[in-house]
């Protein structure tokens, strides 16, 4: 499987050192679409503060990747629901570690989580 960034250059905002426009994914057999998954540890209790539940995500997500014998080098995109604008920076950070500094892309909403313990949800795309 092949990565290509796709960054036009003109006539649209420049992307940055952690943002792409688009990733064109090339030679994939598979895709795995990942639900929207919380910071909820085995027993659904979710972790007590945003890096806490972000460390929980990063970890279930590995988990699941691993099932389907994948890992978050094969994740393509990512779709983040955070419950307060002021947790894009520290989400953001959390992603780009989990993601060993690769640079995907990725859309970040603020919106009313279904719990309000959830601070943040992420849903996922990785191809193989």
Request: proline share 5%; glycine share 6%.
């Amino acid at each position: 499987m092949e990565l290509v960034p796709r960054n036009p250059a003109d006539g649209i905002y420049p992307a940055t050192d952690d943002y792409i426009h688009a990733h064109e994914v090339r030679g994939a057999g598979r895709l795995l679409f990942i639900s929207g998954t919380m910071g909820l540890d085995q027993q659904g209790k979710p972790g007590a503060t945003l890096e806490e539940q972000l460390e929980l995500i990063w970890s279930n997500i590995r988990r699941i990747l691993a099932a389907a014998d994948m890992t978050v080098d094969n994740i393509v995109r990512t779709t983040a629901y955070l419950r307060d604008p002021a947790y894009a920076e520290t989400n953001m950070k959390a992603r780009v570690a989990a993601l060993n500094g690769r640079v995907i892309p990725t859309t970040t909403i603020v919106a009313q989580t279904l719990v309000s313990d959830w601070l943040v949800e992420i849903e996922a795309i990785a191809a193989a």
